[in-house]
């Protein structure tokens, strides 16, 4: 007998409920309180949110920018190396996970850590750049940019793109891409017809994933970001601890969030009607 | 797709094409390596000569201590509650309807989605502000049970689909109790994906930086520790702690992935 609840689901829907739904809706309403003299107060004003799009909407875009460049080059070096393992590398493959699974543990911190010792004046990119004569010094570019910041969450996000578009090219099965080569397909005609479309589901996944987390992310544009490479969750950090305001902190993190759903939902549309089938072809 | 001998030269673009993919991933990580048994203070080359100094200069710092002690301790309560709380919830969703499944186990796994920054916040605040209480080492535990328990349910969920669920029902017209199912079919059937969501549990646990370092209130975590001291300066010590840490995340991954595939 099938239901539509069962107790043993107490638990863990105790801990999202009481760790996670409350206190997310609390924080929400939160944005609309006020605060006088250093004290929080419940109330019913926009302030916090006049604030979020009056003084960080310039910095929500570029975050946003941030979030889909990570986005983008996660899915897309993701699909390359998953494709790899699953279709060229034949018994390297399970290594190549392994690989990913390393990465994927190598640590938050230490990831950024090691990419701020890379890139860093006397780091090892600029000794590299100048043994081999590119330069004669230290390139200052490299560190505390827009671009380290992406370079930094490309490497932290990847094996979260690669597992899930690995995931889904397991289920693509040899016998139809051989039946589209009988067929007369060229490789492309392969990947673009065959391979892509089946692995859609793993790809949106690949790309929510690693946009959402790039987006949401402030330590790495903390230590590698500078002033031109500032995102917008180094400003909720802010405005909670140091301006003391909870609200604007608050309206921050949600209008963040809303700003990355509608992106997302702009660029699901955009796909399925890219992805939509050929006039005229059977569905 | 080997079915006619692939061109060498697109075996070779393939070969240099991964070896990059390699070098990327993992480079950055093993250079931390390498350089926490350098003697030079910075990452870069010449590394100098080969040193076991900045593990010798931890050993004997009390304040690493007692963060690699908190870690653990966080670490081994998070393994066992989040595996309780998951294995019971994967054991619940095979029980329900799979319309309902799919939207009780999205719903679990809402929080791995959302920035960590907003839910580490969102903790505080209903902490703080809403029950006016204090930040410690359970509300850290909390938040990693929120963080470990959908990867447990998925670890145990993908054993339990494989299992048979006859053999239990075999048991209980035997005269077994529910209870007594459990412990003599189900539970040694699925030891090993508990063992290794228990495993996974803890290295997430030992992996945040975000949500430890909004609730603990006092004190250091592994993590927490080292942001300490890449704030200040590029402390030297940071490339061993980072080893340390790596060898016990990779450490349990790699475990958990031998106990669920090999024994699974």
């Given at each position: 007998m099938k239901h539509h609840f069962n107790l043993f689901l107490v638990p863990a829907l105790a801990v999202l409920m009481g760790v996670f739904a409350i206190p997310v809706v609390l924080l929400f309403a939160v944005s609309f309180w006020s605060v006088k003299n250093f004290k929080l107060q419940p109330d019913f004003t926009f302030a916090a949110w006049q604030r979020f799009i009056g003084v960080y909407g310039d910095l929500t875009l570029y975050t946003l920018m941030i979030g889909l460049a990570t986005g983008l080059l996660c899915t897309v070096l993701g699909f390359v190396f998953a494709y790899a393992a699953r279709f060229k590398a034949g018994r390297f493959g399970d290594l190549l996970l392994v690989a990913t699974l390393i990465t994927l543990f190598g640590g938050y911190l230490v990831k950024i850590y090691a990419w701020k010792s890379i890139l860093g004046a006397d780091g090892l990119m600029n000794q590299a750049l100048m043994a081999l004569g590119v330069t004669d010094q230290p390139l200052a570019f490299l560190i505390y940019s827009r671009g380290a910041v992406i370079v930094a969450l490309v490497h932290f996000l990847l094996p979260f793109a690669i597992l899930p578009i690995y995931a889904s090219l397991r289920n693509v099965s040899e016998t139809t891409i051989e039946a589209a080569r009988d067929l007369g397909a060229s490789g492309a005609q392969v990947l673009t017809r065959v391979i892509i479309p089946q692995s859609l589901s793993g790809l949106f996944s690949a790309f929510a994933f690693s946009f959402l987390l790039a987006a949401g992310d402030y330590v790495t544009p903390m230590l590698l970001g500078g002033t031109s490479g500032s995102m917008l969750g180094q400003f909720v950090l802010l405005e909670f601890s140091t301006n003391f305001n909870w609200p604007a902190g608050s309206a921050l993190s949600f209008g963040l969030l809303f700003a990355c759903l509608i992106l997302m939902a702009l660029i699901a549309g955009l796909s399925a009607w890219i992805m939509r089938p050929p006039r005229g072809a059977p569905s | 797709m080997d079915h006619e001998a692939a061109p060498w030269s697109a075996v070779m673009i393939w070969r240099i094409i991964l070896a990059a993919f390699l070098l990327f991933m993992l480079g950055p990580i093993l250079l931390v390596v390498l350089f926490s048994f350098g003697s030079n203070a910075l990452i870069g080359f010449p590394m100098g000569d080969l040193t076991l100094g900045w593990y010798e200069r931890l050993a004997a710092d009390t304040g690493f201590h007692s963060a690699f002690w908190t870690s653990l301790i966080v670490a081994l309560a998070t393994a066992i509650l989040a595996t309780l709380t998951g294995t019971l919830a994967a054991m619940g969703l095979m029980k329900v309807t799979p319309a309902a499944a799919r939207g009780i186990l999205s719903a679990l796994s809402l929080p791995v989605l959302l920035p960590p920054l907003v839910v580490a916040i969102a903790i505080v605040v209903l902490i703080?502000?809403?029950?006016g209480l204090r930040l410690g080492l359970p509300v850290v535990v909390l938040g990693h049970i929120l963080v470990a328990q959908p990867f447990v349910i998925l670890i145990v969920m993908a054993r339990l689909q494989r299992f048979d669920q006859s053999a239990v029902d075999a048991a209980r017209d035997l005269g077994a109790t529910r209870l007594e199912a459990f412990r003599l079919v189900t539970l040694p059937q699925i030891a090993s994906a508990l063992v290794g969501a228990a495993l996974v549990s803890a290295a997430i646990s030992l992996d945040d930086f975000i949500i430890a370092s909004f609730t603990i209130g006092g004190g250091n975590t592994i993590s927490t520790f080292v942001w300490g001291k890449m704030r200040t300066t590029l402390d030297p010590s940071i490339n061993a702690i980072a080893t340390i840490l790596l060898v016990l995340t990779v450490g349990l991954s790699a475990l958990a992935l031998r106990v669920t595939r090999y024994k699974g």
């Open positions: - | 703080v502000r809403g029950l």
